[in-house]
């Protein structure tokens, strides 16, 4: 996953862990008992054996006392003889961070929440394999949840929707969904061709029928469909048929295939406003609008090709105010 301090952030297993406000931290560490926000807010230790957590061995799962984040697993959990919570790696290292610690006249790793900055403890590297690390965290920074207990809000991945479009080539089409706020992450690919599994190689000869495509892993919660149609038709011109700028061939179509009716609604709607809104002068809009069919991912090397080599090969920001 991507890492924009200025855009909402996702970790692999798709939970949401863009930094909260200061603000919203301070209102959540206020609801706390005094001992979790000592912890917490002000990088306390609990003593040994004294933690409700340090010798216990239900499944499930351990998250943030202060915004919820699931941090560790029950299965990950081991006994250390130190009294306190011992875990061998946490659900995501996405979901825990980790800083230079030189209170009390040492040098050690510190643990904390990378949504909301909580305090969790210390990381040391004599625990078992294969990490062969001992998570030391405090039981007042943890809330258990029972495994096949319903978890709230906060504690949820996210649930992403799909979406497809084809503009041109797939490597400037990734890259500026790539910043789009909301976007859990955008995978060069094709599709809506004949040939199963086509090569680079192959789709460039112009007759397997597929257009390059990216497909688009976005939060509905926090980004609409609508935008991401606006921001499409924003970084591609629709009006070149089977072709984009100096990429020529029916592999550069423009075009959206859609997953339900409602993304069918949206675009063909979309479209019938740019043509009323003379954007495009005389120009036709030539953008397909088909269901979407198999989606192949292109080979790695196309893979974030833009942030690989800094190249831009067509189309503008499309999340700049107009």
Known sequence: MRSRSAHPRYSRLFYDITPLSPEEVRRRAEQLDPESYRVTQRAGTEPPFCGRFWNHKEPGIYACVVCGLPLYASQHKFDSGTGWPSFSQPIDPEHVGRR????????????????????????????????????????????????????????????????YFAGGCFWSIQYWFQQGPGVIDAIAGYMQGHLPNPTYEQVCTGTTGHAETVKVLYDPRRISYRKLLEAFFRMHDPTQLNRQGPDVGEQYRSGIWYVTEEQRHQALEYIRELERSGRYGTRRIV????????????????????????????????????
Request: hydrophobic letters at 30%.
């Open 100 to 163: 230079p610690d030189f209170s009390h006249g040492m040098v050690r790793t510190e643990l904390y929440c990378v949504r909301c900055g909580a305090h969790l403890g210390h990381v040391f590297d004599d625990g078992p394999p294969p990490t062969g690390e001992r998570h030391c965290l405090n039981s007042a920074a943890l809330r258990f949840y029972p495994q096949g207990a319903e978890l709230p809000p906060e504690s949820r991945p996210v649930e992403p929707q799909i979406a």
């Open 287 to 322: 953008t397909q609008v088909e269901p979407a069919k198999v989606f192949y991912p292109a080979e790695e090397y196309h893979q974030n090709y833009v942030l690989k080599t800094g190249l831009v090969c067509h189309g503008r920001n499309p999340w700049e105010e107009e």
